[in-house]
């Protein structure tokens, strides 16, 4: 009998050993491993500031403004690094830009990221989960899936 219990757990023990992986919580090693390479040659480029004695009589440049904000979540890091904030599908680290927005610092008690505009210099505090659209001057949560009623028409 306990050969027979024996050779039994052998074989489950099979099973669970080919079961597959659940996948990656975060990143693969090498995603990981080029975003630490790129957080450590970072160069930290000032915000330059346009002075005020611009000549008054150029035409004004148009504003371009994104589609969408799009905040998909951050990772505060409590070791003294910067944190990283992914927007519009982009991971972009805390006090830096792309040509869309600028990332603001992460607050230590907060859960909303500080964005700029690069467009126009508007300022908006997001949650995570949270899109900001320019046109409408609103912000709304980000779903995948929509619910019920957000779209379809309404019979007569």
């Known amino acids: 009998m306990m050969k027979i219990i024996t050779l039994l757990l052998i074989v489950l023990s099979q099973f669970a050993v080919a079961a597959e992986p659940i996948g990656r919580l975060f990143t693969s090693p090498n995603e990981r491993s080029n975003l630490d390479y790129l957080r450590q ?4 480029e000032p915000l330059k500031v346009e ?3 611009q000549e008054l ?8 403004l994104p589609d969408a904000v799009n905040l998909q979540g951050y990772v505060k890091r409590n070791d ?5 904030v ?3 599908n982009q991971a972009l680290q805390e006090n830096s830009r792309n040509k869309d927005v600028t990332v603001g610092k992460l607050a ?12 126009n210099g508007k300022v908006l505090s997001l949650k ?5 659209d320019p046109e409408t ?18 019979s007569d």
Do not use: C, F, M
Request: zero cysteines; a positive charge.
């Open 41 to 44: 040659t970072k160069k930290n």
């Open 51 to 53: 002075s005020p004695t």
């Open 57 to 64: 009589d150029a035409a004004p440049t148009p504003i371009i």
């Open 80 to 84: 003294g690094k910067q944190s990283t």
């Open 86 to 88: 992914w927007v519009n």
């Open 108 to 119: 230590a008690g907060s859960n909303r990221v500080p964005i700029k505009l690069s467009g």
């Open 128 to 132: 995570a989960g949270q899109v900001y």
């Open 137 to 154: 001057n609103r912000v709304r949560e980000a779903r995948n899936h929509g619910a019920q009623g957000d779209s379809g028409k309404i």
